[in-house]
Structure formats: C-alpha cells, structure tokens
C-alpha cells in the first residue's frame, strides 16, 4: 500500500491563478480530508468528506473546493489564489470511526 | 467551537522526562490524540486515549487524562534526541474530523 499520496510537493503559484491539490489514498478509506498548517496555529479543516459524493465544510473553506467522484481522491482546488493561502496543505484519511487518521506528506504551496 | 490549545515550546535535557500538556474545551470529545511532526514530515499518530480512560501506557508514552479538568498530558521517559519535533494534541467527537492544537516544539539537549 502506498498510503496517502499528493501531489505537487511543492508549488508556487502567482495571485490569480488556479491549481488543484491532488490527495490519493489505496486503503479504500470512506474518510478524507484537508488541513492547512500555518506557524503557530496548528491544523486547521479546510474540507473533509465521509464518502463518496459527499463533502462538507470545514472551518477555514473560502477559497477552495472539493469534489469526492471516486473513494480514492479527493482533490483541493484554488480557483483564484492569494497570498493568505501560502501554507502547508496535508490530506489526511481514516475508516469513519477509526481512531488513526492516516496522513500524506504534504503540499508546500507559496502564492506570491 | 471546539478548541484545543498547548503550549508552544518545551525544552529538555537527553535522558530526563518530557511533559507536554494540553487543554481542550469539548466536554463531548470521545477519542483524544498525540501527533508528532519531524521537520519536513507529515503527523505521525503516537498514540491515542478513549474518553472513558485516565491513563495509557505505550513504552516510553504514557498519556494521562483528567476529563473533569478537560486535561490531557504526554510523558516521555528517558527523552532521546530523536524526540525532538512538534507534538500535537488533538481531539475528535463522533464523526467530525480532528480539531489540532497549535503544537509544542519539544527540543533535547544532549
């Protein structure tokens, strides 16, 4: 099993532009979702999905969206970046009541 | 809202025991976590305790929790160099997802 994976580890983007964060994961995990790490503040929610088609909101989702087509992937994307979302992004996913949530190694994204 | 909060910094000497405490306000939380992040890394799940425990021994971790004062602790026995990184405490009621304290850089001088 190669776990959670994503994709790019690294990225620099310009404000504006528009980019999706990718998140895999081969454990066929119902759960999955997205945080962003900033200095000092922990991780904080962005989206987070219990199944299938089926996502919902976190505590800091403006400027982002989700979509849940398949278990598998469960991608992040910036329609109109700026520079309050230079962060580390971490993917993260776990069976509904499992107590491990399993997480991928990060994005770095800086937007300038 | 739920919160969770620790403190940022714990410095300790290699071989002495480490302590890092954390507060959280949801009195309905059921499972309560300890991560740790090397530099560059993701969270790494150490070791976690149910709500209805006081304390949970795993090898040198031991997590004690006083659910009446919304208290949980990490020891570390015998604190190695290896140890350090950021620890963070987090919790979970039901299905919701995880909500993270900001971290405790714990550092060991040799």
């Known amino acids: 099993n190669a776990g959670v994976t994503q994709t790019p580890k690294f990225q620099v983007l310009k404000t504006g532009q528009s980019m999706t964060l990718q998140c895999a994961q081969d454990?066929?995990?119902?759960?999955m979702s997205w945080y962003r790490q900033d200095p000092g503040m922990g991780l904080r929610l962005i989206h987070y999905?219990?199944?299938?088609?089926?996502?919902d909101q976190g505590e800091v989702p403006n400027g982002y969206n989700v979509s849940r087509s398949t278990t598998e992937d469960f991608p992040l994307r910036l329609l109109s970046a700026a520079p309050s979302q230079t962060s580390v992004y971490f993917c993260?996913?776990?069976?509904?009541?499992?107590?491990?949530?399993?997480f991928g190694p990060g994005t770095r994204l800086t937007v300038l | 809202g739920e919160d969770v909060e620790q403190s940022l910094f714990l410095s300790v000497r290699e071989g002495d025991s480490s302590v890092i405490n954390c507060t959280y306000t949801?009195?309905?939380?059921?499972?309560l976590y300890w991560y740790k992040q090397e530099p560059g890394a993701g969270l790494q799940l150490l070791t976690y305790i149910f709500s209805n425990m006081d304390m949970k021994q795993d090898q040198r971790l031991t997590v004690l929790l006083n659910k009446k004062d919304k208290h949980l602790s990490l020891r570390i026995a015998d604190t190695q160099t290896g140890d350090s990184a950021i620890y963070f405490c987090a919790e979970r009621a039901g299905r919701r997802a995880l909500t993270f304290g900001s971290g405790t850089r714990l550092q060991v001088q040799p």
């Open positions: 993260a996913s776990s069976y509904p009541q499992n107590n491990e949530q399993f």
């Open positions: 454990m066929n995990h119902e759960y």
């Open positions: 999905s219990v199944g299938a088609g089926i996502t």
């Open positions: 949801d009195s309905s939380s059921t499972y």
